[in-house]
């Protein structure tokens, strides 16, 4: 058995990792708010936990692996999409959940054992917020339910900070009916046009925090061995959802090993919404980037380092993967990984490791290794992916770029049959062509057919 070493946010370092029962290891990641399309940055902790889980299910055996991730589904920023739109809430929640199965699906993140909504554990929520109030961690104002951070002496300790260091940090919003600034929200009132559950304090709906709290106490325990989800969110999110679930459940220790992945960025700052830095994993994979690719470019960066998305990156990956394809196919069956890569993964993750192994295992010609490994690390299925079949030049982002050339050229010389031919060839095979002054996206169709894009080399 391969030792794992994991690094530990809780106590800053790298230690080896010990299942409280090896017969069911257990795993909690938050998962995203949906409402929206999955940006980039959203996606990488999906597969830095997704290799986690792999290499797990491979050390410990499947079936002794619970896995699970949260679903969002109740949040301020659902309402305002659905104010804006028009649209049912459960519609757009629905869809964006399915958005996101799919997305992430493309990228060979494997579906976690369990994955959980926040709307179908209100019952739960509203037993351990009562829990909280009885024990005198929380309190009620003004239809408002708050956790009392001065409670839990041991309120900060995630992310290194005192109560008095994140007053003076943070931008806390000072409501009259907090006893402390850092007192945050378990419960709040909700007008007649909002959702909203009968409580014992009224017609409400959760804070946010508690959901993860309440959904990983009734899954995993309340002791239980890995907690992940991106640095973003280990204050407050994290932080509040140790304070909430050790209050409510003292006999346990919620979770043991805590891990988060740096953020994916964009010139120097996070990708997020807010910012209006971000794009699509569907936008990629809509301008034919394969998910294979999207997932090596991941790899190739350690989880706690920050990471750039560049498309010098992506026509990397695609070459290396389009070699290694062509010596794996050859190889035979299912079987154990390289063991190097098993070793350099059991290093805290060491992705970028994993595929240096793999480039080793390739110039070796070592075939049905490096077939066993690839799949193992969620690069490859039983066969080559169908774009990787392909010869190079033909994927739909270089066959958008030869367009966008031959137009400009078109537009010069007054000649456009050849931009037209290529227009007509891509309608053929099932792909739509967007022209925008920006340049030309070409969006794959339900009848796409790949292999009618060869004579287009
Ligand atoms: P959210 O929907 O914003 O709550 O985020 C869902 C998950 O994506 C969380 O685990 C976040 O930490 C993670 N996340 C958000 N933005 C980024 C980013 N730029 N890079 C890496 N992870 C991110
Ligand atoms: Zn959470």
């Known amino acids: 058995m391969t030792t794992i070493r994991l690094y530990n946010t809780r106590t800053r370092t790298k230690e080896t990792f010990t299942p409280l029962d090896p017969q069911n290891v257990r795993m909690y990641v938050c998962g995203p708010t949906v409402y929206d399309r999955a940006h980039l940055g959203n996606a990488r902790p999906v597969v830095v936990f997704d290799v986690l889980y792999r290499l797990l299910r491979h050390e410990y055996g499947a079936d002794h692996v619970t896995y699970v991730r949260n679903f969002t589904d109740v949040d301020d920023k659902i309402n305002a999409r659905a ?22 699906g493309a990228l060979g993140a494997l579906e976690p054992d369990a994955m959980p909504r926040a709307t179908q554990y209100i019952p739960q929520m509203i037993r351990m917020i009562e829990g909280l109030i009885a024990s005198g961690h929380a309190y009620e104002a003004e239809g408002h339910v708050l956790f009392a951070v001065e409670s839990y002496a041991e309120y900060g300790q995630l992310s290194g900070r005192t109560v008095d260091d994140m007053i003076a940090g943070a931008r806390v919003e000072v409501a009259p009916y907090k006893r402390n600034p850092m007192d945050f929200v378990l419960w709040k009132p909700s007008t007649p046009d909002l959702p909203g559950w009968d409580s014992p304090w009224g017609r409400g709906r959760p804070g946010w925090h508690i959901e993860c709290s309440a959904m990983s106490y009734e899954l995993l325990g309340e002791s239980f061995d890995i907690h992940g989800g991106g640095n973003d969110l280990m204050f407050p ?67 706690r380092k920050p990471m750039d998305w560049t498309a010098e990156k992506a026509r990397e990956a695609e070459k290396t993967l389009r ?39 390739s110039h070796a010609d070592d075939i049905t290794t490096l077939r066993h490994t690839l799949q193992f690390l969620g690069l490859m299925g039983d066969d080559v992916p169908e774009w990787a079949r392909l010869p190079e030049g033909t994927g739909l982002g270089e066959l958008a770029d030869k367009l966008h050339t031959v137009r400009l050229q078109a537009m010069q010389s007054k000649d456009f049959s050849q931009a037209d031919s290529l227009k007509a060839a891509l309608a053929d095979a099932g792909v739509e062509v967007r022209m925008s002054k920006d340049g030309v996206e070409l969006v794959p169709g339900p009848d796409f057919d790949p292999s009618k894009l060869e004579t287009l080399k």
């Open 237 to 303: 999110h994290h932080e509040n959802e140790i304070a909430q679930s050790c209050c409510a459940h003292p006999e346990g220790k919620f979770a043991r090993y805590w891990l988060h992945n740096e953020m994916l960025q964009v010139e120097g700052k996070k990708m997020s919404k807010s910012l209006g830095n971000f794009f699509t994993v569907r936008d990629l994979l809509d301008q034919g980037v394969p998910g294979e690719v999207i997932r090596f470019v991941f790899l190739s960066t350690h989880y």
């Open 83 to 104: 104010a804006q739109t028009g649209r049912p809430i459960s519609e757009i929640t629905a869809e964006t959940t399915q958005w996101f199965l799919d997305d992430m």
């Open 323 to 361: 070699k290694w394809y062509a010596q794996a196919v050859q190889g035979v069956g299912t079987g154990d990984p390289y063991d190097s890569v098993k070793t350099a993964l059991s290093d805290d993750l060491n992705t970028a490791g994993a595929i240096a192994e793999c480039h080793q295992l």
